[in-house]
């Protein structure tokens, strides 16, 4: 194994391309420092709700500070904000979402055909006035905190997977760039519904002996290394798999390198 530290080789860096780090901290001191500590051991970095708001409560800011960690000043973060509304406020939201550091943000397929058409919308008219590519706008299929018990508790008539799979249909056909689906269907999306849309999979697992370290609140987990190896355009969010080990930076590396074969 290469020491921590040393230039990744060309597997790792493509592999390395395909991690998204979650930063699920309850302030930008502590998200700045983990950017600060693995930046160049993963390729982009997911802001979630509660981080956020904590960066408006310290007068914002937390997309252009982690931009500046982008190796090549490429968009780096991916805003997981869950937007679900009418479609004129989802418009509103997504033009104001499209600015420079942000590479992707999802909306809730269950919002309809018109939400995604206008977040679409939104997103290329705010991104046309930076002059900069209009970010990607996923569609999340089925949460991961869910299964099947809980969606038959809540009414659907469908399964996890066929819900997921309903979802990724509807998603590429209303134009969507990808969706946001559990690791372990990663796979099995790209070859039911074809590798040109972006899939971004939830619910990556540690395990070693004696122990199972994994992001809290998910049901629906899978190993990374085959997840890598079952979608060749998966990207996947990591969050406490690396945050909470022992040692963070050494843990991305070994992600890193359980990915680089199949990368």
């Excluded at 693995?38 to 956020?52: P, S």
Aim: glycine content about 10%; aromatic content about 6%; proline content about 5%.
């Amino acid at each position: 194994m290469a020491l921590i530290g040393y230039p990744l080789t060309e597997a790792e860096e493509r592999a390395r391309q395909r991690v998204v780090l979650a930063l699920d901290f309850p302030t930008i001191e502590q998200a700045i420092h983990t950017a600060e500590d693995l930046g160049d051991r993963v390729g982009m970095f997911e802001v979630g709700t509660e981080l956020h708001i904590a960066s408006e409560r310290k007068g914002g800011g937390i997309v252009r500070r982690l931009h500046s960690y982008s190796p090549d000043g490429s968009a780096n973060v991916l805003l997981d904000l869950k937007l679900h509304d009418t479609p004129q406020t989802v418009r509103k939201a997504s033009f104001q979402l499209a600015v420079p550091g942000v590479s992707v943000f999802n909306i809730h397929v269950e919002g309809g055909e018109a939400m995604a058409h206008a977040a679409l919308e939104g997103a290329e008219q705010g991104a046309g006035v930076y002059r900069i590519p209009r970010p990607k706008v996923i569609g999340i299929t089925v949460l991961t905190s869910l299964d099947d018990e809980d969606l038959e508790q809540d009414g659907h008539g469908m399964k996890y997977e066929e819900l997921v799979h309903r979802r990724t249909a509807l998603a590429k056909k209303w134009g969507l760039d990808g969706v946001v689906c559990p690791a372990k269907l990663a796979g099995v999306m790209e070859v039911e519904h074809g590798s040109d849309l972006l899939y971004v999979g939830l619910g990556i697992k540690w395990e070693e002996p004696g122990a199972v370290l994994h992001g809290e609140g998910h049901k629906q987990l899978y190993p990374v290394d085959r997840a890598a190896a079952e979608s060749t355009t998966g990207i996947f969010v990591i969050g406490s798999a690396i945050t909470k080990a022992p040692d963070p930076r050494a843990r991305a590396y070994q992600i890193l390198q359980l990915m680089a074969p199949h990368c």
